[in-house]
C-alpha cells in the first residue's frame, strides 16, 4: 500500500501500556526516516520519536526511556512502544515518512491515543 495507516490507539490507565503500528509501502519504507508525532487540542505538532534505516533513533525528552521506536522490515512497520503512559501523553498520534534522499513527507491519518483515570 502506498499510504501510510496507523493503528493501535485507544483509551488506557495510567501508567499502561500500549503499541502504536504503521504500515507503509516498501518503497517509502526502504527509503525514508520514519517518526511518530503527536499533536495535543490547541498545541503544535510535536515530534516523539524518530528513527532512520540504520536503526539510529531520536526521541523528544518528555518520553526518552518510557517509549520505544522500532523497524520490521520484513512487514514495511514502524511501531512505537509506549510504556508508563501519562495523561499529558493524549494526543492524536500519526505516522511519518520523510525521503533520506527526496525531499517527499507523508503522513498517516492519525490515531487517537487518550490516557485517562
Known amino acids: 500500500q502506498v499510504q501510510l495507516v496507523e493503528s493501535g490507539g485507544g483509551l488506557v490507565q495510567p501508567g499502561g501500556s500500549l503499541r502504536l503500528s504503521c504500515a507503509a509501502s516498501?518503497?517509502?519504507?526502504?527509503?525514508?526516516?520514519m517518526g511518530w508525532y503527536r499533536q495535543a487540542p490547541g498545541k503544535q505538532r510535536e515530534l516523539v520519536a524518530r528513527i532512520i534505516s540504520g536503526g539510529s533513533t531520536n526521541y523528544a525528552t518528555s518520553v526518552k526511556g518510557r517509549f520505544t521506536i522500532s523497524r520490521d522490515n520484513a512487514k514495511n512497520t514502524v511501531y512505537l512502544q509506549m510504556n508508563s503512559l501519562k495523561p499529558e501523553d493524549t494526543a492524536v498520534y500519526y505516522c511519518?515518512?520523510?525521503?533520506?534522499?527526496?525531499?517527499?513527507?507523508?503522513w498517516g491519518q492519525g490515531t487517537q491515543v487518550t490516557v485517562s483515570s
Open positions: 516498501r518503497s517509502i519504507f526502504s527509503n525514508s526516516a
Open positions: 511519518n515518512a520523510q525521503g533520506l534522499y527526496y525531499s517527499s513527507t507523508y
